[in-house]
Every structure is written in C-alpha cells, then in structure tokens.
C-alpha cells in the first residue's frame, strides 16, 4: 500500500487565519482525497484531488474555503481558509495504492484547533 | 451517491468472545468494501477488505463476509483481545487499488473489549 506522509501534525490558529496542509506519497496515485473527522464521527469526504484538473467538492464544501492543489502524482495540499472555530477537527488526507491490493490508505491527519 | 448504514455503533464484549459489526450499502455498483480500525488519535488502518466477486475473506481472527444481494457485508472478530478495543469503519467504493472512486464511510462501531 502507499505510505503518506502528512504535516503538519497539528497546529492551533487564530480565526481569520488560513493553514495548509500538506500530503506526501511515497508512489504516484492517480486520485487523492481529503476528509474531515469531527471528534468521535466518521470520516467525511471534503473532496477529490486529481493530478492537473480542479479538484471536485462534496455537497456542503466549497473551493473558495477548501482550496486545494496538486502539482503532481504524489503531492497535494488542502487550504483551510478564513478559519473559524467550527473548522477545528482532524483533516486526512488518503490515497489509493497502485495493483488490485492496493487499498486506501490514510495519512497520519492534522489536528486543527481555531481560537 | 452511496449510503453506508453501520450498526452497532457501540459494541462490549468480554475477552475471548466473538465480535460482529455489520454494514449495509445502497449502491449496487460497488465492489470493494474495506474494514477500518482506527485507535484514538490514530489514522485508520486498513484491518482487511473485500471485493464482490468473493463471499469471504478470513485472515487469522478476523474474517469479513459480503452478500451482494442482500447489500450487506460483515466483520467478524473472533476470540477478541483487549488490544482490539478501537472504533471500527466499514466503507464501500465502486473501485479499488488505483481507482478514482472514493469511499463512502459509515458511522462508525465503537468496540470494547473488557479483560
């Protein structure tokens, strides 16, 4: 499976602010995805990252709050912007690994707190 | 889109006993259907998953089953250890491995195992 690297691990900023997180694959993924995990929920899908396209947003996210990158195969950024104490939550990023056994993998996450 | 509904969402055992979570899906397209263990303040991990065109997968205590027909998959945790308290997450997606496709979550089980 791929192994991501994500940072930073956690950071606490002031509202108003922006923070970008970042996601490193150890192989070239066709897609990456970036998901918000509220504490003690499930995973929900922020959007889809494809290499050299705009990303695609769920229902209730929006580039303009969520702006994401993707330079290449392996990397891709996610922009929390204009923070607001209700954007404090764990963001993950994942990646499908390469052949049939590949799977969905899982980057370490980044706890946000917005004060 | 895909709907995953996970029950139970709280689940105690002792140890030694069997644990089982089940799942169901609404989308008949998909065909991969992975079992997540995420321990807290951990990223999840991928304990095992399965593919349509198999009805059981077993990989020492753990083993997962699929009816298709029936949209429903399985997680079945045998003689359960302390170490396997964690929230568990199935998912389903229309691909695997390389995909593009993303995975929908569901709520989420949290299991306890008391020695």
């Known amino acids: 499976s791929a192994v991501i690297s994500q940072k930073p691990s956690r950071d606490i900023c002031q509202r108003g602010t922006s923070l970008t997180i970042q996601c490193q694959v150890d192989s070239q993924v066709t897609m990456m995805f970036w998901y918000r995990q509220q504490p003690g929920q499930s995973l929900t899908l922020i959007a889809t990252?494809?290499?050299?396209?705009?990303?695609?947003?769920e229902s209730g996210f929006v580039i303009d709050k969520f702006p994401i990158s993707r330079p290449n195969l392996t990397f891709s950024t996610l922009t929390v912007s204009n923070m607001s104490p209700e954007d404090s939550s764990i963001y993950l990023c994942?990646?499908?690994?390469?052949?049939?056994?590949?799977?969905?993998?899982f980057g370490s996450g980044t706890r946000l707190t917005v004060v | 889109g895909e709907n995953v509904e996970q029950h139970p969402s709280t689940l105690s055992v002792q140890e030694g006993d069997s644990a089982v979570i089940k799942c169901t899906y609404s989308d008949s397209a998909s065909n991969y259907f992975p079992w997540y263990k995420q321990e807290l303040g951990k990223r999840p991990q991928l304990i095992i998953d399965i593919r349509s065109n198999v009805g059981e997968k077993k990989d020492q205590r753990i083993a997962v089953t699929l009816n298709k027909t029936a949209k429903h998959f399985s997680l079945h945790i045998t003689e359960t250890q302390p170490e396997d308290s964690a929230v568990y997450f199935c998912?389903?997606?229309?691909?695997?491995?390389?995909?593009?496709?993303?995975?929908?979550f569901g709520k989420g089980t949290l299991l306890t195992v008391n020695p």
């Open positions: 990252a494809n290499q050299g396209s705009e990303a695609t947003y």
């Open positions: 994942s990646a499908s690994g390469t052949g049939d056994l590949g799977g969905y993998t």
């Open positions: 998912a389903a997606s229309r691909g695997s491995g390389g995909s593009n496709y993303k995975l929908t």
